[in-house]
């Protein structure tokens, strides 16, 4: 079997460089790469396209890199409530694709299974048609949308073995699942790494042959987007 484990996060990040495309797991602030996106904050590295349900936060999240103009274009379905990324979308310092949400997640999908494209009816009709294919299947018209294209992949998990075998938690699947092995590269950060045969496997969500290497971060924030308590 073999040893996907790295040391760090620098390792695991080492290749990574201007000009790529990154896919990046989680939704909102859920089960986003933490330790990976501040060290590609650290690395500097610029012109990224990033491949990301949304962008975090303003300060949190994909909004570090927003913030220091890391990231040349957004392929994404939400600008949500991330106002940097709003002002440099509206300005047009960011070029920004933005995509149904099912549409995103299936291309990430598609990537993963080795599926070129596939005809879906989600926006037909509207701006996103433009320029694709238009094929109808029983009596309804579809577009046809090509699978991603990234160097890179980065998710993240609740638990993991050496092997790269993972585990999500909660919502944290979203994006996370589709994403890994939709790269040339893997690369999964995790809560707690065990050996290899630790994990239950009927439990584990990713095999490991998805992953190219995998590391245990060293701490989570886990920032609540919008807290919403009860009134007493």
Excluded at 59 to 85: H, P, T
Excluded at 147 to 174: C, H, M, P
Excluded at 200 to 227: T, Y
Aim: with cysteine.
């Amino acid at each position: 079997m073999i040893n996907k484990k790295v040391s760090n996060v620098q390792e695991a990040l080492q290749d990574i460089q201007d000009g790529q495309t990154i896919m990046l797991g989680g939704f909102g602030l859920c089960g986003i790469p933490e330790n990976s996106i501040a060290e590609l904050v650290k690395k500097d590295v610029k012109d990224l396209t990033c491949i990301s349900n949304n962008a975090g936060v303003d300060d949190f999240g994909l909004g570090l890199l927003l913030q220091k103009r890391q990231i040349k274009k957004m392929i994404s379905s939400y600008v949500g409530e991330n106002a940097e990324f709003e002002r440099q979308m509206l300005s047009g310092e960011l070029e920004v694709e933005l995509t149904p949400q099912g549409t995103l997640a299936e291309k990430c999908r598609a990537a993963q299974a080795g599926i070129p494209a596939f005809f879906t009816p989600a926006g037909f009709g509207t701006e996103v048609a433009e320029g694709k294919e238009v094929r109808e299947f029983n009596g309804k018209m579809h577009i046809m949308e090509l699978a991603y294209k990234a160097q890179f992949s980065i998710v993240k998990a609740w638990k993991g073995d050496e092997a790269g075998n993972l585990i999500f938690k909660g919502t944290a699947r979203n994006f996370n699942a589709c994403m890994a092995g939709a790269a040339k590269i893997t690369i999964a950060e995790v809560e707690e790494l065990v050996p290899a045969g630790t994990l239950d496997p009927n439990q584990i969500h990713i095999p490991g042959i998805m992953i190219n290497r995998i590391f245990q971060g060293e701490k989570f924030e886990k920032r609540i987007e919008q807290r919403t308590v009860r009134t007493r």
